[in-house]
């Protein structure tokens, strides 16, 4: 075996030694095993959570588009994104910490002296030349100092990458709720729109009524105050629709073409419906909790490396090459030069690597505590998703009948009305009602699908978790 196998040999053990990090393990579910079972709560249908991507659980084709340009365009993203390859950054250099860094050098050297200063018959010039591969400075981890520091820089950076995966999840579920939010806008202004002719035809008849001698100038007026309030409203709404649209257009980053946008509520394809799975299978898989996962690693890892300052820290400066004052034999036998500096640091008395390591202790508590925190969040928002699925569709159910019931209220007033069996105030208070419970439809459709989208989003969308294999 020669040097430079022996060489290699040596850094790979040295490189590779254990660490003195506490054996990491997944803390406890401080959730319950099932989701929240009552009246609130019904019988969950559907594919299972985590065989759904966002393209088959959103399937109107607009609205993949629109999702499309907010994921290639959206600022936060992409700073979430460059945020993940700085951390991959910070990890290769403390990777490369474990290895000896290796510097090449040559130099020449020449000088002329005095006559005055050098000895009669030697040459008044002299020439050296050198040749050197160095190693500056490299610590042997005999404690797993560098390779703890290495290891708590990997958590962060998977951290990192996961926290750019919920930064897509949730960029995705406000692209859907603001494309929603607009086609439920536009359904409301064209509802507006519609019951604004629908008054004024009214009001034009009661003219008419009225210049013949057979209405009220009551009844004009009382006309003339539902004109104006549907008037009021569709401004109302045409600033709302405009206010989407440059919310919509802010996540996505650009302007979104007028072809992908919605023309109302229920022009939007229906959304899949998923079953949640056990809490114990999907929370886990939650962006948000799979990055706090790895930050508590990594503190897991940071008290290995505060353990390991304790202890003596053994650095080593070493270089070889050849020198001559002549280049042509500067690699002749004889030329060779090397140096070979061990160096042992030894805390004696400090007591900051005592603090360090208690600190390091602490933050391991404050980040378990954290990441029961995140568990017991996402397990309470996902029973507030369920809670809400489980009740919108009644909820609708009713409101569109009330929705029934107020139309026929309002035909059989206005029949009441021109029959003269009847004043035109009940004609006024059943559309009221009808108009008030038009809106009521179109706000609870509205909350179903976001909660829809508010249920995948909770539960981590659908999608693996990515393996611990890049250490």
């Given amino acids: 075996m020669n040097k430079l196998q022996i ?9 590779g030694g254990c660490t003195m990090a506490p054996q990491y393990e997944r803390p406890k579910d401080p959730v319950p095993a099932e989701w929240p079972q009552g009246d609130a709560y019904k019988e969950q249908q559907g594919e299972q959570i985590r065989g759904i991507s966002w393209q088959e659980f959103f399937s109107d084709a607009k609205l993949r588009k629109v999702i499309k340009l907010a994921l290639a365009n959206n600022r936060d993203l992409r700073v979430a994104a460059l945020n993940v390859e700085r951390a991959q950054a910070m990890y290769g250099v403390h990777r490369t910490g474990i290895f000896p860094a290796v510097d090449g050098s040559g130099s020449l050297d020449k000088q002329r002296f005095s006559a005055d200063l050098v000895e009669q018959g030697q040459p008044r010039s002299s020439e050296k030349y050198s040749l050197k591969a160095e190693i500056p400075s490299w610590e042997l981890d005999f404690f797993g100092r ?12 998977l951290a990192t990458e996961e926290a750019h995966r919920s930064a897509e999840l949730v960029l995705i579920s406000q692209v859907a709720t603001a494309y929603l939010t607009l086609a439920a806008d536009q359904e409301n202004l064209k509802l507006a729109q519609a019951t604004l002719k629908s008054q004024q ?22 006309a003339r105050t539902e004109v104006e309030a549907a008037r009021r409203d569709v401004p109302r709404f045409t600033q709302m629709v405009a206010q989407d ?18 023309d109302q509520l229920n022009s939007v394809a229906a959304l899949k419906e998923i079953d949640p799975g056990l809490p114990s299978v999907v929370l886990l898989n939650r962006p948000d909790i799979v990055a706090a996962e790895h930050k508590l690693k990594g503190a897991y890892a940071s008290i290995g490396a505060a353990r390991a300052a304790v202890f003596p820290r053994i650095s080593l400066t070493a270089s070889a090459g050849t020198a001559s004052d002549d280049l042509g034999r500067l690699f002749s036998s004889g030329t060779g030069i090397w140096s070979f500096v061990p160096e ?11 603090s360090a390591l208690k600190i390091s202790k602490i933050d391991q508590k404050i980040l378990l505590a954290q990441y029961e925190k995140t568990v017991q969040t996402a397990f309470q928002e996902v029973a507030d998703a369920l809670a809400v699925q489980g009740t919108i569709s009644e909820q609708l159910a009713a409101q569109e009948a009330l929705v029934e019931s107020a139309q026929a209220t309002y035909e059989l007033s206005d029949k009441r009305y021109t029959m003269g069996l009847d004043s035109y105030l009940s004609v006024l208070d059943a559309h009221r009602s009808l108009y008030g419970q038009q809106q009521a439809v179109i706000s609870l459709r509205l909350a179903r699908l976001a909660n829809q989208v508010s249920l995948y989003t909770v539960l981590g969308g659908g999608q693996e978790s990515k393996k611990d294999d890049k250490k």
């Fill in 344 to 354: 042992v640091q030894i805390p004696i008395f400090d007591s900051r690597v005592w």
């Fill in 245 to 262: 649209r440059n919310a919509l257009n802010l996540l996505v980053g650009a302007p979104v073409p007028g072809k992908f946008l919605p």
């Fill in 7 to 15: 060489l290699a040999l040596a850094t790979l053990l040295l490189s």
């Fill in 201 to 222: 035809d009214s009001y034009d008849l009661i003219g008419k009524s009225y210049e013949n001698g057979l209405a009220t100038e009551l009844d004009l007026r009382r």
């Fill in 146 to 157: 560098i390779r703890s520091l290495t290891d708590q820089a990997l958590e962060e950076y």
